[in-house]
């Protein structure tokens, strides 16, 4: 698992996270706010995931067990 979805462009196999350019624009609207403690904690909502299916054979002969 990879916490960056560039990871899986890059090759890496599985992805899943939130969308970090969605909260860093989001902590950008918190930027002018004066006192910190008035700040609303947010959680993501939207979770993503991707996954890189160039899973070599020989990779895959190795694992105990597949899950498809």
Excluded: Q, W
Excluded at 20 to 44: F, G, H, K, Q, W
Aim: glycine share 4%; hydrophobic share 45%.
């Amino acid at each position: 698992m990879h916490n960056r979805g560039a990871d899986v462009e890059s090759g890496a196999v599985p992805y899943y996270g939130i969308d970090l350019m969605a909260r860093y624009r989001c902590a950008a609207t918190y930027v002018n706010e004066i006192e910190p403690a008035d700040l609303p904690a947010e959680r993501s909502k939207e979770f993503n995931f991707a996954i890189n299916l160039t899973i070599p054979l020989n990779v895959l002969a190795r694992a105990d067990r597949v899950i498809r």
